[in-house]
């Protein structure tokens, strides 16, 4: 079914970003195992690209640090005294020996624990042993850390490897005006979980960029009358999903929530999850028995009317779609969220320093503080106290969870990277509502071409 056919079959509340042609993509299996493409990937895309890596909260005072991998790099996010954020690369200007190996702290300077030369937070260096044992001089006042192009939105800390780099906002294009509206910089962080993924990172990405695997990798597994539900309570279906294109390479679907067409038994009753989201905003799940596809306008003016008072401020600036719909972001090349009207599904992946087989894997959850009128957050975890303190949890594959829905798709992840090496794959033959797969190997394919300013 083409574009234009699927949107006829859309709510006429749901937003709308600029139609895009989309070539062709084969999704050659090499670039999923070849270090040579992975090394065209590097010097071309991920050095030349905004990142979201660091968070703000994390670094409430001068001094503060955060440190995070991409690749080969590891780059450090400090606190200034003006209460500005940098961004260096971990590295001391001496000899190479990386400053910090921990993932965050406070200093006063970084000291290299090689020859214990420091730098202060700002990026000047401030002591060397043997100051005058250098035949070009003292070092102090000529060197600088290595400084990166850092910007701060939605609360997280971005960073461009590129000098000659356009703005984030510039870079975000129209997803800068759909997030800025939640206060996303506000929201506390619930769920915080990283595993090295055995595939390379656009396995991860691919999935991300559309919803044709859900009815197969998500459908739940119980019984017939659950087989009828939709788990998430969300309409996963390609002919009422809106999928968009930006001009600057990110993606976006918008899949119907509140709809529970698909989340009734065949007697009519409203099931769960929907059911207690209903009760949630006093609404009785008995009274929409039969007509289910009610629901979604029923929440959305419950929203509209108890949010404000039980501490959600931002709805008043939310569209009617935004109050019950799920936005899926993909942002170019390595970023997808989950945007909920209670809720940040951040999901990265990152690339691995030496194996293109592999990658980081973030799994986190961001929800909202409405100023204490609820004792509980609704996470990818179930509910979790407002006030409970959150470790970031790294493990191997199968040690822990990530998450019911994440375990699914890592459970189809590694089999699929194990047949991009197989000489029986020709290359992908994709669906139109996989046409945002297409894109991020197009858009790939630009980069290192020299085509994409």
């Known amino acids: ?75 450090l996010m400090v606190r200034q005294k003006d209460g500005s954020i940098k961004a260096f690369y971990n590295v001391c200007q001496h000899r190479g020996h ?91 962080r619930y769920v915080a979980k990283t595993t090295v993924a055995p595939v390379n990172w656009k396995v991860v990405m691919d999935n991300f960029n559309e919803s044709y695997h859900v009815n197969t990798v998500h459908r739940p597994k119980g019984a017939e009358v659950e087989k009828l539900r939709i788990h998430s309570g969300v309409d996963t279906s390609h002919t009422t999903s809106r999928f968009d294109m930006a001009d600057e390479g990110h993606g976006r679907m918008i899949m119907l929530g509140g709809y529970a067409g698909p989340a009734i038994d065949k007697t009519g009753v409203v099931g769960e999850p929907l059911a207690g989201i209903l009760r949630e905003w006093d609404l009785d799940p008995a009274d929409f028995t039969g007509r289910g596809e009610a629901t979604r306008e029923a929440l959305q003016q419950a929203r509209r009317k108890l949010g404000p008072g039980r501490g959600y401020d931002y709805f008043e600036k939310l569209n009617d779609s935004q109050l019950t719909d799920a936005y899926h972001y993909t942002l170019f090349p390595n970023f997808a969220v989950s945007l909920w009207v209670d809720g940040f599904h951040f999901l990265r992946a990152r690339p691995h320093p030496t194996d293109p087989e592999k990658c980081l894997f973030d799994n986190w959850w961001y929800a909202p503080d409405p100023g204490g009128v609820t004792d509980a957050a609704r996470t990818t975890a179930g509910l979790v106290e407002r006030d409970a303190v959150v470790e970031h949890e790294i493990f191997e594959p199968g040690e822990a969870s990530m998450g019911l829905t994440i375990d699914q798709d890592m459970s189809i992840f590694p089999a699929q990277q194990k047949g991009m090496r197989s000489r029986g794959y020709k290359g992908a033959y994709l669906a139109g509502q996989e046409s945002r797969v297409s894109r991020l190997h197009a858009l790939i394919d630009d980069y290192i071409a020299g085509r994409h300013s």
């Open 1 to 75: 079914m083409a574009e234009q056919e699927i949107h006829k079959n859309l709510p006429s509340d749901l937003p709308d970003w600029p139609q895009q042609s989309v070539r062709a993509h084969k999704l050659e299996g090499d670039r999923y195992s070849s270090h040579e493409f992975a090394e065209q990937e590097w010097e071309h895309v991920w050095t030349k690209v905004w990142l979201l890596l660091g968070r703000e909260d994390e670094l409430p005072n001068p001094g503060d640090w955060q440190q995070e991998e991409v690749g080969r790099e590891s780059i």
């Open 98 to 188: 990386r400053l910090v190996s921990d993932d965050k702290g406070h200093v006063r300077r970084f000291i290299c624990p090689y020859h214990s030369w420091a730098w202060n937070p700002d990026g000047t260096l401030d002591f060397v042993q043997d100051p005058d044992d250098f035949p070009d001089g003292n070092p102090c006042g000529k060197l600088l850390l290595e400084e990166i192009a850092c910007e701060t939105f939605a609360g997280f800390i971005w960073i461009n490897m590129d000098s000659d780099c356009v703005s984030l906002r510039e870079y975000l294009g129209p997803v800068w005006g759909d997030w800025e509206v939640y206060g996303v910089e506000n929201w506390k």
